[in-house]
C-alpha cells in the first residue's frame, strides 16, 4: 500500500446490536486487528450500544463513532442526541447525513451542514456521507447531486475545519444490496468529490482529504476498491457485524 493519506475504514452498524452483542463483537474484533498500524479503524454502533464499545476498545487501536447527531447543544429535543454527549460517551468521529437519513428521516443540505458544523465546533470529527440514488445516476444527474451534496454539506467550513473532515461516498443505490460501483466507477467520483473541495479550497486541502467508499464493501471486493488512486477507505455496512470480516476488510493489502 503506497498512500499518501491515511486509509480509514470503518463499519456502520445501524441499527443493529444491543450493548451485550456489541460488547462481544467488540471483544472477538480487537485481537484480529491488534497489530494494524498504518490506518484508521472505526466503530459505529447504535447510541444504546456506544457506551459498552467505549469501555471495551479503551486503550486499543478501535476508534469510536456515532451514527448521528444534533446541532443544537441541548434543548427540548425528544430522541436527540447532543454533540456534548457523544464526547462524553466517548466518540471521537459522527456520521453525518448517511442516505439512509436522508431517505427516511428528512435530513436536507442545511440540517446535514448544520450538523457538521456542530461536530466541528465541538471537537468531534465528522464523516459526512454523500451520494446518488439508482434514477439520478441513470437521469444523467450524479455531478450535480453530488457537488450539490459536497457544496452545502460544507458550507461555511473554514480551511482549517476541512483538515479535519473525511467525506463518504455511498452510491444510495449499492447500500446493503449486494450490488457494488466498479473500482473505476467509485475512484471517477472521489476524483470529481476531491476536484470540487479543490473548488471550493484548494489543491492542498483536497490532496489531503481522506474519501471513503461504501456501498456492498466486502473482504473480496476491498482490496481492488483500495488499489484506487482516489479511495482512502470505506465506511462499511453489512460486514462490520461479523468481527472475522470486518477484520479482513480492516486488514486489506
Known amino acids: 500500500m503506497n498512500k499518501k493519506r491515511v486509509p480509514i475504514i470503518a463499519g456502520n452498524w445501524k441499527m443493529n446490536m444491543t450493548a451485550t452483542q ?3 463483537l467488540t471483544s472477538k474484533l480487537i485481537p484480529l486487528v491488534a497489530n494494524v498500524k498504518d490506518r484508521d479503524i472505526v466503530l ?14 479503551k486503550g486499543t487501536n478501535i476508534g469510536l463513532a456515532a451514527q448521528n447527531l444534533h446541532w443544537e447543544d441541548k434543548g427540548a429535543f425528544t430522541g436527540e442526541i447532543s454533540a456534548d454527549m ?12 448517511h442516505s439512509e437519513r436522508r431517505q427516511y428521516f428528512g435530513e436536507t443540505e442545511e440540517t446535514v451542514n448544520r450538523k457538521v458544523k456542530q461536530a466541528l465546533k465541538k471537537g468531534l470529527l465528522p464523516i459526512l456521507c454523500v451520494g446518488e440514488t439508482l434514477a439520478e445516476r441513470e437521469a444523467g444527474r450524479l455531478n450535480e447531486i453530488i ?6 454539506g460544507l458550507k461555511d467550513i473554514s480551511t ?7 467525506i463518504a461516498y455511498e452510491p444510495v443505490w449499492a447500500i446493503g444490496t449486494g450490488k457494488t460501483a466498479t473500482p473505476e466507477q467509485a475512484n471517477e467520483v472521489h476524483a470529481l468529490i476531491r476536484q470540487k473541495v479543490k473548488a471550493l479550497y484548494s489543491t492542498d486541502i483536497a490532496e489531503g482529504l ?10 473480496e471486493n ?28 480492516v486488514r486489506f493489502t
Not at 44 to 57: D, G, L, Q, R, W
Not at 87 to 96: E, F, H, N, R, T
Open 147 to 152: 457537488s450539490r451534496q459536497v457544496t452545502g
Open 22 to 24: 456489541a460488547r462481544e
Open 44 to 57: 459505529s454502533p447504535p447510541f444504546t450500544s456506544i457506551a459498552a464499545v467505549a469501555e471495551t476498545i
Open 210 to 219: 481522506r474519501i471513503q467508499y461504501g456501498g456492498s464493501v466486502t473482504p
Open 160 to 166: 482549517d475545519d476541512m483538515k479535519k473532515v473525511v
Open 222 to 249: 476491498v482490496s481492488t476498491l483500495m488499489a484506487m488512486p482516489d479511495i482512502d477507505g470505506a465506511l462499511v455496512g453489512g460486514a462490520s457485524l461479523k468481527p472475522e470480516s470486518f477484520a479482513a476488510l
Open 86 to 97: 457523544l464526547l462524553d460517551s466517548g466518540c471521537k468521529y459522527v456520521i453525518i447525513g
